[in-house]
Structures are given as structure tokens and as C-alpha cells.
């Protein structure tokens, strides 16, 4: 039976929730997740439990912080100016903004604070900090990237 190894490129359907049981995100039953396993497309842990799973097989686990999106690191919230901000944005707590670093590379940061004159954006994962349950079932098994189609797994534990 061939098994999920380092390089395979596998399609898997998932189901992923936090503590409090809210699902953060999921594959559609007819559209599985994609990747090549080791490249590091996805979350270290992830890959890893996908490591010896076989076609079909389905495994549920817990990655802590350290094995998803680490620690919350609160020197990556940054108070900063209104005035440094597009004429005429009105930044809105909750709301993700992207900033553009010197080199022209987009960084992604949650407004956390706004007022007349400040914001506090907050430039850590969203998912840092957090425990991560996830469902997975892998779907398909191949050792090189050509393009199958996908196959409608009606009984996918991702619902």
C-alpha cells in the first residue's frame, strides 16, 4: 500500500478547529487541499502527521503553537501614525491592512487599536498562539506533480 513520504504530492481533505471547537478553515468535499509534502506549503506539523498515512486513511490530531504558527510575539505589534497611512483609509479595528515593506514585500497585520491620531497593527499569524485540532483524510498519493483530476470524496471527514 503506497504511503504519504517526503516529496509525495498528496491531495487530502481537512477539517480544522480551534479549542473552542470554531472551525478556522476546511477543504470543500470536491476540492481537496494540494501540496507536496516537505516543501513547507503548509504548517510543519501538518506535514508531519501526513508522514506514513495511506490512500483513504483518516487521522484526527492537536499541533500546539511551536508545531503551527508559534508563539504570539508581542513585539510584532507596532503603534504607529495615522498620517503614515493612505489619504483618506479609515482603518477599522479587526480589519486586516497590508503594508509594504522598503523592498516592495506586502505584510499582512490586524488592526488591534484606532484612533484620532494611532493604530496598533498586529503583524503575528492569526492562528499564533493557538492550539489547532485538525480532521484530515488523505485522498490521493503520487510521487510526481502531474495534473489528475480530483475525485469527489462524498464521505470526506471534512463534511
Given amino acids: 500500500m503506497k504511503k504519504v513520504d517526503q516529496g509525495a504530492f498528496v491531495k487530502v481533505c481537512f477539517r480544522g478547529t480551534l479549542e473552542n471547537g470554531v472551525v478556522f478553515d476546511k477543504t470543500d468535499k470536491c476540492k481537496p487541499l494540494e501540496i507536496q509534502v516537505g516543501t513547507g506549503a503548509i504548517v510543519k506539523g501538518f506535514e508531519d502527521a501526513l508522514i506514513g ?10 499541533l500546539e503553537p511551536e508545531q503551527a504558527y508559534g508563539e504570539r510575539d508581542e513585539r510584532l505589534e507596532r503603534r504607529l501614525e ?10 477599522v479595528r479587526g480589519q486586516v491592512i497590508l503594508f509594504l515593506t522598503r523592498e516592495g514585500q506586502e505584510l499582512p497585520a490586524v488592526v488591534k487599536f484606532v484612533d484620532d491620531e494611532t493604530i496598533v497593527a498586529d503583524f503575528n499569524h492569526p492562528l499564533a498562539g493557538r492550539e489547532l485540532s485538525f480532521e484530515i483524510e488523505v485522498g490521493e498519493i503520487r ?6 483530476q480530483a475525485e469527489c470524496v462524498a464521505e470526506c471527514c471534512c463534511g
Fill in 53 to 62: 498515512m495511506g490512500l483513504n486513511e483518516r487521522k484526527s490530531f492537536v
Fill in 82 to 91: 495615522r498620517s503614515r497611512l493612505q489619504l483618506g483609509f479609515e482603518p
Fill in 143 to 148: 510521487e510526481s506533480d502531474s495534473n489528475s
